[in-house]
């Protein structure tokens, strides 16, 4: 019989991640993400979906979001992946489940928004937020929302030197507004039994902790009952 040393470290297992990212912003969100897991020997996709990135079309549905995530899984006959969504991006991980729960070995929610049945993103941000991006949309021409620097920093690069944020806030596009004011059906992703985990980083400010809003406990738990 073959003996294992515990103090021996085991070969890491090869993993195949689809990476999904959030509002105001593209593929080249998860650069550095992407480059680290590929230097520890995994494979990494950053899909762009439609009205972000090279995509100038604003005029988009959440259906139109999702369907950009499972075509490309589909087509490259991806299986046994690990499927990531970050902020928004956990909506269209919830939606893309539905369509390749087979081809899903594991759903990762990365501070990112867990909808309940019947939810927009815009029900689990405070009423002050939802007015404040309703106000934006109104006066976009695209039924689009661009941030304020001031807003942007505040809650997405609050960690960040100024010129930091600055760079990031200048490739920053507007944000198509109807898939955050969409409310989704969602019986079908809580009846799937794929394994599921949330990764919360507590510096995250982008939403409220307590309250009734916040990445964790507020998002996190409603993976345990979900399969």
């Known amino acids: 019989m073959?003996?294992?040393?515990?103090?021996?470290?085991?070969?890491?297992?090869?993993?195949?991640?689809?990476?999904?990212?959030?509002?105001?912003?593209?593929?080249?969100?998860?650069?550095?993400?992407?480059?680290?897991?590929?230097?520890?020997?995994?494979?990494?996709?950053?899909?762009?979906?439609?009205?972000?990135?090279?995509?100038?079309?604003?005029?988009v549905t959440h259906a139109m979001i999702t369907k950009s995530v499972v075509d490309f899984i589909t087509k490259l006959d991806l299986r046994d992946i690990i499927l990531v969504g970050h902020s928004f991006g956990g909506t269209v991980v919830q939606k893309a489940a539905e369509q390749v729960s087979a081809r899903i070995k594991r759903l990762v929610f990365w501070d990112a928004f867990v909808l309940k049945d019947g939810e927009s993103v815009v029900d689990e941000v405070p009423p002050q937020t939802r007015q404040g991006f309703e106000q934006l949309r109104a006066s976009s021409k695209d039924d689009t929302i661009m941030l304020p620097f001031p807003l942007f920093r505040a809650l997405f690069v609050n960690t960040a030197a100024l010129d930091v944020a600055k760079w990031i806030y200048a490739s920053v596009s507007p944000e198509p507004a109807k898939p955050l004011f969409e409310k989704l059906n969602l019986k079908a992703f809580y009846a799937l039994p794929t394994p599921k985990s949330y990764l919360y980083f507590y510096q995250d400010n982008v939403l409220p902790q307590g309250e009734g809003y916040g990445w964790n406990p507020h998002m996190s738990t409603r993976l345990v009952c979900s399969g």
């Open 2 to 59: 073959e003996s294992y040393n515990r103090d021996q470290p085991r070969a890491q297992q090869r993993l195949t991640f689809v990476l999904v990212h959030g509002s105001w912003a593209d593929a080249r969100f998860w650069g550095d993400i992407a480059s680290a897991l590929r230097r520890n020997g995994h494979v990494v996709y950053t899909p762009e979906y439609a009205g972000h990135g090279e995509d100038s079309n604003k005029n």
